[in-house]
């Protein structure tokens, strides 16, 4: 029997039949050798248990796309969150995600929640990432404006929601689909989520396609990948690539840089770009460290 794994939780996974059963399994020890770990997502073999007992997972079926942290298998949109207000916007995190997602294969979609609390904040975060070929939604899941909107452009996709704790996932999935997931204000102390979510589940949804719910999350590192090639996850680095004096250019400190020059005439957002240098630098730290 096939089916999709919607949860796991303390060596349980959780499948979803085609005619809509859930089954509770266990890995077979032989996934456990080949240490392959099942995710939330994965389309997996099983075989169901007989008289209430445990049934077992036998495999898991080659995943088309694969995200770590939310660990998910298998999605064809990353809803990538954050808040116009409190907690304040970890963009530099909404960059990590973004660059996870192109490089499995993943389409990005960019929702700025809480627009009610602060337009100025949602218009202005939405206008930096105006060249990163990610679609764009502020929305208000309180007060339901632009769900319509973001609800459409979900029909029919397996779709996961991450970002900050605290930026009101579990809130717009209940304002999305009808859910009553639990929601955690925010800590003013320390400005971030309360965790109300604390696994990855992923639950079918009215109209077709499933939403997977994913915990909050406060720190997200990038994959380690060549210095040089993170540029490539910039979409706005690409009219500039072949313009610059050096080559390869990482678009970052060298003179005569088609890409910085564009930064400068407004083309591309200085805000972005400076955290594009952060992260920059980070890798080039972390290539050294691994390969000397």
Request: hydrophobic content about 40%.
């Amino acid at each position: 029997m096939r089916g999709i794994v919607t949860r796991g939780v303390g060596g349980f996974y959780y499948a979803l039949d085609a005619v809509g059963n859930t089954h509770e399994l266990r890995a077979q020890a032989k996934l456990r050798r080949a240490r392959v770990t099942p995710m939330v997502g994965d389309r997996v073999e099983f075989e169901p248990g007989a008289s209430g007992e445990d049934g077992w997972l036998k495999a898991v079926l080659p995943r088309e796309n694969a995200l770590h942290r939310p660990p998910v298998a298998n999605i064809d949109a990353v809803v990538i969150v954050v808040a116009a207000a409190a907690p304040s916007p970890d963009l530099l995190m909404a960059d990590r995600l973004l660059i996870a997602a192109r490089r499995g294969g993943i389409a990005p979609i960019l929702v700025v929640n809480k627009r009610d609390l602060n337009p100025d904040a949602a218009e202005e975060i939405l206008h930096q990432y105006r060249g990163a070929e990610v679609t764009p939604f502020a929305v208000s899941a309180r007060s339901g404006e632009g769900v319509d909107m973001l609800r459409e452009a979900l029909v029919g996709r397996v779709h996961a929601l991450a970002g900050q704790s605290g930026a009101g996932k579990s809130t717009l999935l209940n304002a999305l689909h009808g859910f009553s997931l639990e929601t955690g204000d925010v800590s003013r102390r320390i400005e971030r989520g309360r965790h109300t979510t604390r696994h990855v589940s992923l639950i079918p949804v009215p109209g077709g396609g499933m939403a997977l719910d994913t915990p909050g999350f406060s720190l997200f590192e990038t994959e380690l990948l060549d210095p040089v090639l993170l540029k490539d996850s910039y979409p706005e680095f690409a009219p500039h690539e072949g313009k610059c004096f050096f080559s390869p250019c990482y678009h970052d400190s060298e003179p005569r840089c088609a890409a910085r020059r564009a930064v400068d005439e407004g083309e591309i957002d200085k805000n972005r770009y400076g955290r594009y240098r952060a992260l920059l630098e980070e890798m080039k730290l972390r290539w050294r460290d691994r390969y000397g």
